[in-house]
Every structure is written in structure tokens, then in C-alpha cells.
């Protein structure tokens, strides 16, 4: 269950406002690296945490945290949207910059949908879709996907940061650098609880590996066109990271099965030639 | 630049083609754990790759691999249609299973859309959406992220082959888990030679953390209604995983700031009410 | 900002696990009439309204109740799918249907992707698409965007109560049709603070009627085509809902204009027959 | 069945091509607010529509109506194109705009896909998505759907409106958005003959409303994190706008249970940690 | 300007209601081959169609017939829906297929969302996306984008008709399969008279070939691995179809030119390493 | 099984770096006309093709020759990336355009997701959907989808070599231009073999047309509201195009059915006054 306190997680401040960083900062909202994919991430893998129920905890403690970090950027967005024109007339006004490049370089659904408002779509207008939020049913797979998203959401942190002069701006992304910072960390910590590289992995660990065809299992295989290896690396010798095996390199034959589905059956609407 | 032989990287067998699983196979070609997910995100990656080739060298090679599982498993799910029925009458006529089962049971679009073949859409018949191509620019957010999706894959393979008792089957997803394995373990060490937990964290690297508000870098904090501390854990005490600071354990004061974007500009859409 | 206590707003019991019952309990969450839907629209809507505060925060007060009931039907998924078959030797074990019916009846993906777990999809594996998220910027078109959606998800709710026998599941249901009663009067109590009928109509009520050509504000079209009315009724005569005019019926007699753009311009891609 | 006159509905003029404003014209076509989603969501709205057939011709009429908005618009945008750059010397040598604020500023698939055409896209260039047609099977919810259709497609009319100069541009403007004046007007009619407030609502006025759970049913909960009520209003006190209770004020007791879905089970691709 | 009369272009008889073939239909109205698709092409091709009005004339004058097709297949939808079950109770009164079978081969959400009514999606229940629309202000293309998507929607009809054994639906079909016989050659005779096979391609023909890489324009080029030619047959030898080459069979030799993308700017997000 | 070897295709040359012709670019890559589309649809077609093995080697060898163009065009969106500015202070020294046209004309995500680097997203943004893979399972309906791919393709590079004065980018453009003039040759052959216009056509040519409602077959049908015949062309008189029967031209009668779908069932959630 849910409360709010309707105040910020964090302040947020706009020096000088800017259509063009309202636009930039949709990203962090709705793009794949925003806050709404980590917080429903989180949430949908606290629902569905089978086991020992401090990851649950963790995982919708955590996804309330983030719910205010979309609050934060949309208070963000929304301010630096009042000064953006709402005509031409307005536009032509605006003396620092060429006509049409400040609307033209808008979301204009961030004025005509919603009024100068912040919205769940990207940098480039693009809705986010939930098809992003991964939630396995398996807890260290669950926790890699973590890993990735903060790291993605940091990387985008500080672009962002780097895009802009606005001090205001500056110091609330400072903030969401820092909990991303703490975030990576949170979940690296959570797979070390789970065993580790060499205890959570290969993932699943609860599949038998003796069951897989091993000799591909730590083989490094080339698909050069001249049949040379590709380059180089520690994935191609010593021990497995996962500490089951060892990396050796090599290049795969292919099967000698040619792909034949044969004909086509009358009546699946194939061409007449297609059909035995 | 790319090169095709006709062959299947490994043989694909049917003992007895069943269109539910074809339709569980969907979820292995255009799912979001799917083989055309890794494919075109180690293309994407290798494409804008920058610093060490040899990174885009590894990606793309791994692409060529990838590109041959989507082609195994296409041929395998057309396989397995081999015996759906095409009509009522047809349905009927299979006596192992409740008129409407099989039918009901398929991706219509398995037979609709492609006559008995497979199509780039997951199990429940969702096209493959290309936004979950991560490439970022960053090398080790691109490794975490390709950790992520090798977790899921691999969970994903383990599911399929806990689900069918065709020994074909079985044995092609036993080449695949195994190769999911060693690409779990192949990113790994691509973090590693790119400096491991403490070299490569806090992703990106390349951001001076000390322009980062400090005092959240490692602090865990709770956002608990009652103002208790969320599930303790390794997240929440001793180094950071990172190498770079301490784990503290604490609860985040909101800032006095309440959201307020006072009232709406005439000539903006609002409702008269709204407008200053 | 936003907290969480780990508890059910209310309690989540099932009695005989249903896989298929937990496919329809999927569109409460992840289809267009679900609580993701709602949680998000609400809280959108408060990061951008605009005026007079006490909108914002009813608006940001009932997306955090929201925020619980995706967490109750999330769980209701888990504990429904509890019996699903992992196998097709489990399947076969299950004695009270066909085989193949509990399997081809489930979103797949909730075996597949979540491991038995509640995705942000909807009954037929389709993820939730932020663009459902309606925030206009104008509180008015905000509040009937709000009803409609309650109007849907409370029809949705009945739907699902009717379709079910589990006393846990109707007793659950019994609770979300209270609120979603609850929630179509608030935002119709919101729509009277504001103005009701003729006060809020027609919507933006900013907007100077009489720049709009008003010979067509309050006209009842006829686009039949033998020239005949279409049904009457009371928008075709009496006094306009909104108070500012009077219905009447007629037959638009179109433009004379024909829509012609022209030949093509060189250059611009088109056939060589095409441009002028 | 439907038929056509290649006759505009109402002219479209206009005086000086702004490839800018066409691409906020898109808005009005392929957006959530736009043509395409009235025209389809009427239609079918109307093929589903039972009972009374008198609502069937209302909406398949207004349907008819909604096509020839489309077909306005579609032609607008087509002669807004008409002045774009086809390429860099092109940009060039129009000299009111800084370089590359001219196609920088466009949906740029209006040129590279359509060739200075209209698209079933918005401003942003997102294709529509028929999953934002709200057809429910019940009439007065699909009423309040399209009363808020109208109510968000009026407010982007005046919003375009307001954004350009052009008179011929503004001449179709008034049209649309007296349209849009009437088509609130007319669904809040139907509702008014569906019972009105209080014999509509709650929708659906088919569910026995003793079954719900009633102590909720007119009550506004607090979800505030300090357990204060939130804004109080109209929805706080007094009857209720259905004329079935009395609004009451109050604040939810989390019920005692915490979610916990136990241990996952053997072969659901768990880590091992998790299986109990 | 669009009309309609209420009336269907041709009868829709559904002698025995069958919720699966519901679900089979909906593939012809909101599938990528069906009615929608073609109806909203053929529209928005006519919109932005420039030069020769006749063809826009001919484009939407089909498209008004088309949007009759979605009419008569949304009816059939909602007549097979008639008989689906409402509750579990109803499913197993229904007594000749097992229990959970015709649910669970239905789309939930022409239950759920529209209560037994069509939606604009496909036999899986995915929403139509626009993008499909094929409209390129090259005349001729769309006129290749309209024979294939007559030759995709005729393959569907085709399979419907094939699997069902409901004389009144097979009627349906037998004249919508008829339909797509004549638009395919209606298609086929608006590029003869745009110049046939040599005279309408390569499209556009407004490109003077003499700008492109000639020695390019008519080689069957090979990418086998082993150097190997694919398959020889018409497109390897002979004039070519356009009349303007000779097809010649070859292999690529690939530039010299490794992609090499340099070392990544600082500030750019990279990591230190990929930092020049 | 594919293979790479790290060579492009053609060499990738960009004289003058111009982040607005990356933009460009990228509807080349990830745009329904784009690179993505057709190497998958290639691909997918090969792996579902039944009946003559040429067919499938023919596309799989042009699907590897496809997904090399990907990787020129992916080099080539970096390459124009080069010069972006990275923060506002970059925009404002550059001195050739107005300060935010750079940006504000950017796809910003190709900034602030991948770095500088390609994504699989269209000219505005937005992700390639794979619905857009056509392989119907009917070879010569892939065919003439393949002709369409190929038609709207090479207008789309037309229009990008028409946009650029980059001569680096004119001369890769005149390479795919001419590749793209080949394929839709080369698809052309190919319907050549199975039978050209009177073997092949209508699709699918196995269907018996005794079957279909052969009144209808070759009937030129108006539906305009005056009763007035279409635009006349060779779609109205002389012999089909596939040779099978004759033109005519004519005005459907329509049926005297009205669609009815009598009251709504009690328990499907429609309003009481739906209910019979």
C-alpha cells in the first residue's frame, strides 16, 4: 500500500527556463532508462519475489523512492516549459534564437497534449511502453536487469547533467546522479547476497548443468567469414567467471542439416506451386 | 559485412510437432528474452562501438551466433505447425485433445499471418518492439545490460525445456542453454578486463563523483510509512561494492518544497478557472 | 513523494487457483481500463495541474490508493497461477480439462517471462502503452477523461466479478466496484466544483465562443446518404446541455471544394508522371 | 456501408505553407486527441452498439462526419508542406529561418516517408494506435468516453487555433472546434438520455449495487503519509452525484495481511535460493 | 466527404456462433492484412495523392468500400460472440468442448474490453498500429503497397474460409475473397497504366539512373560463405524486368574499409577507457 | 548459420558531419522503408518458405546482404554524429545555425540514449516495430511484398540523396540506390518464375475461384453518394490483368440487412436499458 505527502523528494529549481532541456528531460521520464521503468521494474519484481521476503521489501521500498524521482522530473519538466511560446507571435518575440527553432525544437505534445506539462513519452515523443519492465520470477536475473537499468539510468543522468548550464537543474541531477550511484551498488550487494558470480551463476542456478551440452558451455566460438577467431580477450581463457569451467576458443562447425520444411499442406493458403 | 551458408548451427529435431509449444518457441525468437533481442543488440552495440575494437569485434561476432539461433528456432517452430489443424474438421479429427484446444491454444497468427511458419512475435503473438535494443554509447553499460539479457534468455531456455518431453526439443535447447551460458560468462569478462566492480562502477566511470551529491552516493535509504528501516542486507552496511565509499542505512527528509506550478497561461487550453 | 507499509489496502485471497482466471485479471492491470492506467493518468494529472492546488493533491491522493490496487490484483495473478502446469506431464496430471486447455489459456508470458508472476499486461499478453495516459493540462478535460476511465474499469471490475466463483476473488472484487463507485462521483463532484454543465462546457471554457463558427456549435448533421435525419433525440432539439444554445438538425451541405494538391514537385520522390 | 463525394466538408484554405504548423496539424490526425480516434471509435462504438438502435445511428453518423475532418486535416497538412526544403541548398536559400530550423523542426518522415503528405502520425511522429478506440459494449460508458474524446480534441483545436496566424488555417479552426462545441454537447445529451447522473451512474447501472462493498462505496480515503485527510471538496461531503449515497471523508486501514507468495516451485526457472 | 446509409454492403449470416472464429475474424479486421489497413491506406494515399486526380478518386472510392468491409466482418464478430460464456458456470453447461477451452481460446478482450463486440485488433488480440498505412506520395509504390496488401488479405480470406464450416460465414467470405481478386488486379492495371513493369520501375522512374552505381543495378550478387553462388534462376540471367539492364551473376567483394568509429568525446557518457 | 567479417560493404564516407542527416539516416535504418525491415523480412521469409529450396537460398542470401547495409548506414548515422553538440555551451560556439537548432533538430536520443550512435528507431524517433515483417507463408504474396519494400525503399534513399550535398554520403546513397534498383528487379524475376501476372495472380493462386462470389470478381464497383461511376482507367474495361475474366464497371446494391445485434445479455456488464 501507498502514501504521499504531496513535497519533493528532493528540491527542484529552474533558473532559466528551457523548452529544449523540458524535451531532454523527458527521457528521464519516459525513456527506457527513465524512472517510471525502474519504478514499476521494481514494484512488478516485489509482486512476484518468491523466497526469502527481504528482496520484496527491498525492491518496494525502493520502487517508492523512484516514484518521486518521476514526480521531481515532472515538476522539472513542467518548469522549464513556462517560458516555451504558445504562437508564432510569441515565438518571434523570443529574440535569442531563430524563428521556429524553439517550437520546432520542442516535443509538441508537451503543448498540445498537455499544456505545457510533463508527459510519460521520451526525448523524442515516444510513449514508454511496459513491455520494458523485467520481472523474471527470478530473483538474481531480476537483480542483473537492475544493474543494467541504473547503469543506462545514470549514463543518461549525466548527459544530461553535461547538456545543461541551468544551476537549478544541475543540482537536482547531482542528487539523481548519487541515488543511481547507490542504487548500482544495491543491487550489485543484492547478488552478492545471492552467492555471488560464482554462486548465482550461471543464471538459473537451479537448472542442472549436466543437462546442457557442456562442450559448448565456456567455448568462445568464432563466426569469422575466413574462419580466424575474433579478437581476443580474457573470454577466451582461464577460468570462467562463474568458476564452473574454463574458457577455451574455437570455431563452431555447422550441423549438416540444410533447413527443408518441405511442401506446403493443401489448404494453408500457399501458392499451388508450394503444395505437394 | 555478413555471410549465410543454408545450415543450421545445430541440428533441429521434431519428434512430434505440437503447436503449443511452437507457440512457447514464439517467446524464444521475438520475446523481450528473445534470440532477435541479443542479435540486434550486439549489432547495435558493435555499430557504435568507440574506444577498444576489440569490443566491437566480440559484439559483432556474437551477433553472427545470434542470427543462426533465430534461424534454429524459426525452423523449429514451423516444425512443430507441421500439425496444426486448418480447420474445424481437421480439429476434430485429432482425437487427443478437446475440440477448440489446439486451435484455441496457438498464436492464430502462427496460422493466419504466415501459413505455418514463424513470425518475429513472442508467445502471445506481440510483434518484437526494437526499442529493447539497449546500446548506449557506454561499453560497460552495454556488458551489464547484455548480463541482463543472457540471465533472462537463459531462464527463459531452462522454462522451455522444463516444459516439453520432445527429446528433439530437449536436445536443441540444451545447445542453447549452453551457449547462454558462456555469454553470461563472455560479458562478465568483458567487465572484468574493463576493471571489474571497483573499475568500472559507478557506470559511467567517466563522471568526476565528486560533482555527485555525496551524502546519497551510499546511503540506503528507507521509504517506509511508519519511518522504519526497510529489510537490512549487504546493501545497507560495509564497503560499497564499487570500492568507493561506505553503505549507510537511513531515512531520506523530504524537502519542504511543495509542487506548485501556480496558474496557467491564458491562451494555453487550460479551463478559465486555471488561469491567473 | 511516496511511502510504502508492505500491506494490502485490503486482503487478497484465493481460494481454488485458476490460471485462466488469472489471465483475466491481467486487463485490470496492464489493459487500458486498469489500474496501471488509472494510478499513472491521476498521478500525471497532479504533476501538471495547474490553478487552484486542492486538484493536485485529490488527484496525487488517489493515485497513491491506485498504486495499491495494482498491488493487490498483482498479487491476486501470483496466487492464481499457483496451479499452473510447468509441463506438459503436469498438464496431463491435471485431471479436470483437456490437455493443452491450461496451458493454450494462459498468457504464456506469465509462465515464460515472469515465472508465475502478475506483468503489466493485459488478458491477452499485450503490455500497457503510456500514450493511455491522459493529462491535458485543462482540469476540466482531465476530469472527464477520469470518469470515462472509471466508467470502463468499473465495467471491467463487473465483468470479472461475474465471470469468477472464488468467494476470495468475488470478495476482492467486491471491493475494487466500491471504489471505482466511489471514484466516478468524485471526479463528477470535481466537474461540479468546477463549474458543472454549463459552467465547465464546452471544454476549454477559456476558449471565446464567438471566434468559433457558431452556426455549427449547437447543429445536429445529418451524413445519411439518401439526405434522411439520422435517429433523433435530445440532441436535436431543446436547449444544448452546456446552456449556451439550442440543438438543432440539419444536413451539412458539403464544400464545393474538391481536395487537389496539385502535380508533385521535382525531387521529392515521386513518379516522373506525377510532377508538374 | 459508406460512401463519398470527393468534396471537402468545409474549405481549407491556406494563405502562407508552414511546414511547422503541419507538423502540429498531425497532432489533430494521427494523436490520442485527433480525428482518426473519434471517426474509428465511433464506428465502433456503433458496430457493437445493443439495445436501443437509435444510438447505432448516432454514432455511425457522427462517424461519417468524423472521416471528412480527417480528410480536412490530411489536405491542410499536405499544403502546409507545400513550402518544405527538399534539401540543405533548398533550406539555404530560404532566408527567414536559421539553417536547418526548417526540417529540424518538421516530422521529418513527412518528407522521407510521405512526400510532403499527411501520415496517420501525430506531432511527434508516433503512428496511432487503435488500442486508444474505446468501444465498451456498454452505451453510457462509451458516452463518457467520447464526451472526454471531445472535450481533449477541443482543447487541442483552440490550442493549434491560438498557435498560428494563418486566416485561412483559422477559418477551419472555428469549423472544427464548433464541431467539437456540438459533439460534447450531443454525447452529454445521450447520457442525459441514458438517465442522466443519476440513472446512469455508477456505470454499469446493471450491477446490483448490494453486492459491492458498501462502506466504500462514497467514501473519500486519505492516502496521506501523516494520515491527514487530503483536500477536502464537493466529493467529501454531502450526496452523492449518483443520488444512491452520502459522501463521507475518511482515511483506509491497511488490512493486516503482507503480501507473501512463499517459495517458488521446482523447475519454474528460479534461482535455487528461491525453491523451497 | 463520407456518407453512410446503416445499411451492409453484403449479408451477414452466422448460422452457428463460435467464439473461436470470432477471435480467427478479428484478424481481417485489426490484423496487419486486413480491413482496416486497407481502408485507412487506400484513404491517406488518396489525401496526399498529387498529379493524375483520377487516382485519387480510384483510391478513395475503394477506401469508402473497404470501410464497409469492417462493418460487415465487426457484425460477423459480434454474432459469433454471441454464444460465448459470460462465466465458468456458463462454460461448462456448454457441454461439447472441456471446460476452460472456449474461454481460453477467445481473445479475453472482446469479453473483457468490449463485451462481445469487434475491436481494432488482431486474432491475438495486438492492436492495430497505424504505421502500416503505406502511403509514400509515390503514386506507383503505393500502388505495389496496395497488390500486396490485397495479396496478403486475400491469402487471410482464403484460410478463414478454409477453416470454417459455418455456411453463412463461408458466404461472407466468398465475396470478400472475391473482392480482393478484383482490387489486386485493380492495383495491377493502375501501374499498367502507369507505364507496366517497364515504364513504372525501378520507382521512383524520376530518378535518373545515370547517378547511381550502374555496375550495381542488375547484379545477382552472392553472400555464401564459401564464395558460392545461391540459387541461379530468372534474376541471374536475361533482360531485367524493368527493360533497362541485363541481369549478371557475381560475388561481392567487400571495401577494404573497417568501420572504425575512434575514441569517444569526454562528456559524452563513455566510458574512461573509450575516452581519447 | 551466418558469418562476418567486419568489412563493409561499401566504403562509408562522410565529408562534413551533420547530426539533422543523421536523423535522416535513420529512417533508412530503423523506418518501415528501412534496412531492418527488409533484412528480417527476408530472413523470415527464407525460414518459413515451403515448396522450390531456390526460393529460400534467394532470400537468405539477400537477407546477409541486407543486414550489411544496416551496418554501413549504422557507420554512417555515427559518423554524422560526430560534430553534435554535447551541452548548450557547444551548441552556442558553433557558429553556422541558431542556438538550439542543432539539438532541437536532432533525434535526442541518439544523444542522450546511445551516445552519438545509431539506434533502430526511425527519423522521429520511434522504434521499429517487427509487426512490420511480412512473410506470409504464400511465396508469391512475399513477392509483391518485397516489390513494395524495395519501391518505397529506394524513394526513401531518393529523397536522402536529393537532401545531402555530403558527396561521402552521395556516393554510398548512389550504391544502395542501386542495389535497391536491383531487388525490385530481382522480386519481379521471381514472380516472373512462379507464373507472372496471369500464373501467379489472383494470390493465392491455389484457392479455387468457382468458390467466390465470381460476380464480383471483376466488377469496378462506385461507391459515390451520387451514384456517379469513379474516375474510368483500365480497372473498368478489357481484360483482367490476371487474365481470368473481364472489367467491368458497375455500383453496388446494397444489402437490405441492417446490422442488429438485438439486446444485450444480462451478466455482460452493459447498461440495464441494454438489457433485453
Known amino acids: 500500500m501507498f502514501y504521499t505527502d504531496n513535497k519533493l523528494q528532493y528540491p527542484v529549481r529552474v533558473d532559466s527556463p528551457d523548452p529544449l532541456f523540458a524535451r531532454a528531460l523527458q527521457q528521464a521520464i519516459g525513456g527506457v532508462?527513465?524512472?517510471?521503468?525502474?519504478?514499476?521494474?521494481?514494484?512488478?519484481?516485489?509482486?512476484?519475489?518468491r523466497g526469502n521476503p527481504k528482496f520484496r521489501d527491498l525492491l518496494m521500498n525502493t520502487a517508492a523512492e523512484e516514484l518521486g524521482h518521476i514526480e521531481m522530473l515532472a515538476t522539472a519538466v513542467a518548469m522549464n516549459l513556462e517560458g516555451a511560446p504558445l504562437s508564432m507571435k510569441e515565438e518571434m518575440a523570443a529574440t535569442d534564437r531563430a524563428v521556429g527553432?524553439?517550437?520546432?525544437?520542442?516535443?509538441?505534445?508537451?503543448?498540445?497534449?498537455?499544456?505545457?506539462?510533463?508527459?510519460?513519452?521520451?526525448?523524442?515523443?515516444?510513449?514508454?511502453?511496459?513491455?520494458?519492465?523485467?520481472?523474471?520470477?527470478n530473483i538474481a536475473a531480476d537483480m542483473t536487469a537492475n544493474v543494467a537499468a541504473e547503469a543506462t539510468g545514470r549514463t543518461l543522468a549525466v548527459r544530461l547533467y553535461n547538456m545543461t548550464d541551468d544551476t537549478g537543474m544541475k543540482d537536482m541531477l547531482q542528487y539523481l546522479i548519487a541515488r543511481d550511484t547507490m542504487h548500482q551498488n544495491q543491487w550489485l550487494a543484492a547478488l552478492e547476497e545471492l552467492g555471488g558470480m560464482t554462486g548465482a551463476f550461471p543464471i538459473p542456478?537451479?537448472?542442472?548443468?549436466?543437462?546442457?551440452?557442456?562442450?559448448?558451455?565456456?567455448?568462445?566460438?568464432?563466426?569469422?567469414?575466413?574462419?580466424?577467431?575474433?579478437?581476443?580477450?580474457?573470454?577466451?581463457?582461464?577460468p570462467s567467471i562463474d568458476g564452473k569451467g574454463t574458457f577455451a576458443t574455437g570455431k563452431l562447425q555447422p550441423s549438416d542439416q540444410k533447413p527443408d520444411l518441405g511442401m506446403a499442406r493443401p489448404g494453408s493458403g500457399a501458392q499451388a506451386e508450394q503444395i505437394g
Chains 1, 2, 3, 4, 5, 6 share one sequence.
Open 101 to 137: 527553432a524553439i517550437m520546432g525544437g520542442m516535443n509538441l505534445k508537451n503543448l498540445l497534449s498537455s499544456g505545457l506539462s510533463a508527459m510519460p513519452i521520451d526525448s523524442d515523443g515516444v510513449p514508454f511502453d511496459m513491455s520494458h519492465i523485467y520481472a523474471s520470477g
Open 205 to 238: 542456478n537451479s537448472h542442472p548443468q549436466a543437462e546442457e551440452k557442456t562442450e559448448f558451455s565456456y567455448a568462445y566460438l568464432g563466426f569469422q567469414a575466413d574462419g580466424s577467431a575474433p579478437a581476443p580477450g580474457r573470454w577466451g581463457e582461464g
Open 33 to 49: 532508462e527513465g524512472e517510471i521503468r525502474v519504478a514499476m521494474q521494481y514494484f512488478f519484481q516485489a509482486c512476484g519475489a
